[in-house]
């Protein structure tokens, strides 16, 4: 969550910074976004109905890898754990 959150600050710095100076956002509109998102979700529509069809489970595919597809493939995942390394070999033995 925290770099999407990052990500959405820095474009509100960008475009502060972009209405003091006067230049208009290259960003495309509003309508081309909801058009990318749209694309995204749809093309989770055949693996879903294949599952369906199937009598597989989709909650749980919805909730993993549709989710992963379309938020990214860090959404809903916790960061991965790092072991210690005490003797500063580098994990080698």
């Known amino acids: 969550m925290m770099p999407y959150l990052l990500s959405a600050g820095a474009g509100i ?17 509003t309508i081309a976004l909801i058009g990318l ?12 109905v294949k599952r ?7 909650v749980a595919f919805i909730q993993t890898d549709c989710a992963r597809h379309v938020l990214g493939p860090h959404a809903g995942v ?5 072991e210690s390394d005490p003797a500063g070999k580098g994990g080698k033995a």
């Open 37 to 48: 998102l749209g694309m995204l979700v749809g093309e989770q529509v055949v693996p879903v």
């Open 52 to 58: 369906l069809i199937a009598g597989e489970p989709v």
């Open 78 to 82: 916790a960061a991965p754990q790092v």
């Open 13 to 29: 710095l960008v475009g502060v910074i972009y209405a003091l100076i006067g230049v208009r956002s290259p960003a495309p509109p």
